[in-house]
C-alpha cells in the first residue's frame, strides 16, 4: 500500500512536466496554412473553420469523410481539405468523435440540402511519406475529433 501511494506521489509531482494527464492544445490554423505549410502541423492537434456542401448523403447513410473548403469569402486561397473520422485510420489514435449536440447537428446537415460551415478539430497528416519528402495536397487529412460552432443554411438554388 504505501508503494502505491509513493508511486502516485511521485507520478502527480512529475506529470506536469512528462506531458502526462494533458490533452495537446488545438492550434486555431486556416486551410491555406495547412495546405502551405503541410509539414509544420503535421501530426498535430489544429482547429480549422470550413463550409461544407452538404445534401449528397442519403438518410442513415454513415459518413466517415467529407471535403471541407476555405470559408465562403475568404480571398487567401482557395483550398480544400479532406476530413476523415477516426474510425477510417489505421492505426487507431487514441481518440473519437465526440458525438455531442453540435456533432450531431453537424450530421444532420450533411443529410440535408445545406451548406453548412462548421470549426473542425482533429490531428492533421500530411500525407508525406517516409523519406521522400513528397506531400501530394489529396492526401492531406484531418482526423476528425470535433465539431463546434456548426452554422447551417439552407441551399435554395440545389
Sequence with gaps: MTRVIIVSLILALFA???????EQA????????????P???NGKMVRVRGDVSSGWARQGQLITEFWIAQPFGSTRCIAHLKVVLPVRVKPKLGF???????FRKFDEALH???VT?????????SGAKKGSGKIRPSAMKLVLEQVSDVEAHWAPNR
Design 16 to 22: 506536469p512536466w512528462c506531458g502526462l494527464g494533458q
Design 112 to 114: 440535408t440540402a445545406m
Design 26 to 37: 488545438a492550434e486555431m490554423v486556416d486551410i491555406c496554412d495547412l495546405v502551405q505549410r
Design 96 to 102: 473519437e468523435v465526440r458525438q455531442d449536440e453540435s
Design 117 to 125: 460551415a462548421a470549426t473542425f478539430q482533429g490531428r492533421f497528416e
Design 39 to 41: 509539414q509544420e502541423y
